[in-house]
C-alpha cells in the first residue's frame, strides 16, 4: 500500500522530461586544475586559509586588512596566511598588498576535501 507521500511523486516518464538529457556536465577550468593534484598535498590549509578563499570566491582583489575585517581576524595573521597560500598556487599577489584567488583556489573551494 503506498502512502500518501508516494502520491505527490512523478511517475519516471514525467521525470524523464523534467531532467535534461545531457551527459556529464563539464568541468570549470578551476575544477580541472584542481583534480590535476594531489588533495593530500593541501593538508597544511587551515580553517582560516578557508574563510580566506570564501571571501576571494567573489573574484575580489582585497588587501589583507579588507579580508580581516571581513573573516574577524587578525590582519597580521591574515596576511601570513596568504603568503602561504600564494605559495601553494591558491591564491596570486595581485600589485602592492592585493590578492586575489587562483583557479586552483577555487577548484580547491569546489572540490577539495
Known amino acids: ?12 516518464e514525467d521525470l ?6 545531457e551527459d556529464v556536465p563539464d568541468l570549470s577550468e578551476a575544477e580541472k586544475a584542481w583534480l590535476k593534484e594531489d588533495a593530500e598535498d593541501y593538508d597544511w590549509i587551515t580553517e582560516m586559509d578557508k574563510e580566506i578563499l570564501r571571501t576571494l570566491a567573489f573574484n575580489l582583489t582585497l588587501t589583507p586588512a579588507v579580508i580581516a575585517d ?22 596570486e599577489k595581485e600589485g602592492r598588498g592585493k590578492y586575489s584567488i587562483t583557479e586552483l583556489g577555487v577548484g580547491y573551494l569546489i572540490r577539495g576535501p
Do not use: K, Y
Not at 500500500?1 to 519516471?12: G, I, Q, V, Y
Not at 524523464?16 to 538529457?21: A, K, L, M, Y
Not at 571581513?70 to 591564491?91: D, F, M
Open 70 to 91: 571581513n573573516i574577524g581576524r587578525s590582519r597580521a595573521g591574515v596576511s601570513r596566511r596568504l603568503n602561504t597560500l600564494n605559495a601553494g598556487g591558491l591564491v
Open 16 to 21: 524523464v522530461e523534467i531532467i535534461p538529457n
Open 1 to 12: 500500500m503506498a502512502n500518501s507521500e508516494d502520491d505527490d511523486l512523478p511517475e519516471f
